[in-house]
């Protein structure tokens, strides 16, 4: 299932309070959706790492009434309590690498919304989410009990939503132009291979902070090889050292430049930086110099600006230029 899909099958499930189990490989960004979600819907969010914990954290410590001569269960403060945030989404994440006690005391706590002395607050939907056990990590088998409490969603990663993502993101567009050029690159993780950096949605957001944080040339190789691992550091860098040779953006805008690249990896790079530069409030006149100049692109490259464009509703029925684009271009678009 690719993440939009997950996204809103998760949205549909937490309103009616049903537990979620959400599987994937390491780093495609299973806790951001569900993140995202909350954020979206102005609820509250808490990450618990169950991985971390003990039996006795979940539960809660025991301590004795003498009021009522009895040992009573102290419930953890990392619970949502339902006062300050009346709904919300619990995420027990990494549930399956969790040890058997703990996922013992999830498993009350996911069954029947309570766990000793705590209930769980009528307003809070459940989502876990754990890696798969063919992904090499350490796991353990869930009981079958606590799987059959969940409905289960397999995320997998997807090409053009990560590109969505990304561009609202402003994830520097040498990135999205390189995973355009090679959507192989957005996810090698293979299960047979000992390299400890390899490429996922999450490395690729640390690609973006290492360029962010401007490293001294002879640190930037070292740097994204640690995150992505080297054969694939050595392909972007190649391909981001060719950004240097783009056309000034600016000027494309303006209307004053016809100047096209001739490498395929300059194309995807500019591609992606033109598109960036749009928006809902960009005004006719610049949409009418995007339209223009991809008439001298290769048609590829023009049918990639303008379905980037389409797929975010930017409306081009009105720019001048695009009875000549469609007389163009229109037998290459699907």
Same mark, same amino acid.
């Given at each position: 299932m690719n993440p939009i899909n997950t996204k809103r099958s998760i949205e549909h499930l937490s309103k009616r309070k049903v537990p979620v189990f959400l599987w994937g490989p390491p780093g495609i960004g299973k806790s951001s959706v569900v993140a995202q979600i909350a954020k979206e819907s102005k609820i &509250?969010?808490?990450d618990l790492r169950l991985s971390l914990l003990d039996p006795t954290d *979940?539960? &809660?410590?025991p301590f004795f009434d003498s009021k009522n001569d009895s040992a009573i269960w102290a419930p953890p403060s990392f619970l949502p309590d339902g006062v300050d945030e009346k709904e919300g989404i619990l995420f027990l994440d990494e549930l399956n690498t969790a040890a058997p006690m703990v996922q013992a005391s999830a498993y009350q706590l996911? *069954? +029947?919304r309570k766990i000793g002395e705590y209930t769980l607050p009528d307003g809070w939907a459940i989502v876990a989410a754990g890696n798969r056990e063919s992904d090499r990590g350490v796991v353990f088998?869930?009981?079958?009990p606590l799987a059959n409490r969940f409905i289960h969603l397999e995320m997998q990663t997807n090409i053009e939503d990560w590109k969505t993502w990304a561009m609202k993101n402003n994830i520097d567009s040498t990135i999205i132009g390189f995973i355009s050029y090679r959507p192989d690159a957005l996810f090698d993780f293979n299960t047979k291979s000992d390299n400890k950096a390899f490429a996922t949605p999450r490395t690729w957001e640390y690609v973006n902070e290492i360029l962010l944080s401007n490293p001294? @040339? +002879?640190l930037i190789g070292t740097m994204v090889s640690g995150a992505i691992g080297e054969e694939l550091a050595a392909s972007f860098l190649g391909f981001k050292a060719v950004a240097k040779k783009l056309p000034n953006i600016d000027d494309? *805008? @303006?209307g004053k430049c016809e100047i096209v690249p001739e490498e395929t990896s300059a194309l995807h790079i500019l591609c992606t930086a033109i598109t960036m530069r749009v928006d809902d409030m960009t005004s006719t006149k610049v949409l009418n110099n995007i339209v223009r100049y991809t008439l001298n692109l290769p048609g590829e490259f023009a049918v990639m600006i303008i379905q980037n464009l389409r797929s975010r509703h930017i409306e081009l029925d009105h720019v001048n230029s695009w009875a000549?684009?469609?007389r163009n271009f229109n037998n290459l678009m699907h």
């Open positions: &509250g969010f808490i *979940l539960r &809660g410590i996911i *069954l +029947d088998r869930m009981a079958s001294d @040339e +002879d494309i *805008l @303006e000549l684009w469609m």
